[in-house]
């Protein structure tokens, strides 16, 4: 009898020890897959781009050819318009109408008017109501600088790059 009592205890210990052993290893199985769902968690996978990795990548699109654009106005622009795009470039003086402030655009027109601008630095399709404009007509000159594509390309980058600095 006192043989099958100690049999019987040594039964559950072994039970007991399997039992806790079998929750340890179910709690690490639950920890470790936890942690990888919160590593690979699909909604920050490559496959589906959360909308504000989207958004982060368009704006640094946006930075980039704001930057573009900062290049060719310096080159191009800030002679009449100032390097700070306020209208006080040193042949400003010399022209009839002064060089509008671009930096007030937006607030100007309530909203950044992205295709009325570009019409206007390309030049060729706007027809003037009053006199002749000083603005010169960019559409030509960078087409024979590089090209179709290349004119949309510069004429989109300025774009961005006004938008840059509205206040
Ligand atoms: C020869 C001087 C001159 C140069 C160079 C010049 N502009 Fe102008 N710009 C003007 C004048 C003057 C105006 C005012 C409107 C007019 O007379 O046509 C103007 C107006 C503008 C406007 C219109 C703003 C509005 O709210 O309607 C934009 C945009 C503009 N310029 C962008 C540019 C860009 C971009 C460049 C360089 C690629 C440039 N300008 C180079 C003289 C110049």
Known sequence: MRFL?????????QTTKEVKNMARKLIALVTISLGLFL??????????????????KS??????????????????????HGTDAKGGGP????LKTPPSDLTRIEKVDGKFPTLRIQRVIQGEDVVES????????WGSF????GGEGFAKLDISNLTSYLESIQQ
Do not use: N
């Open 5 to 13: 009592w100690q049999k019987w205890y040594e039964v559950k210990d």
């Open 59 to 80: 704006e640094k699109k946006m930075k980039k050819e704001a930057e573009m654009g900062s290049k060719l106005f310096m080159q191009y622009c800030a002679s009449c």
């Open 130 to 137: 009053h006199g002749t404009r000083e603005m010169p007509v």
């Open 39 to 56: 590593i690979f968690d699909p909604s920050t996978s490559v496959k589906g781009v959360s909308p504000e990795q989207g958004k982060a």
């Open 91 to 94: 042949v400003a003086a010399s």
């Open 142 to 145: 960078f087409r024979r600088k």
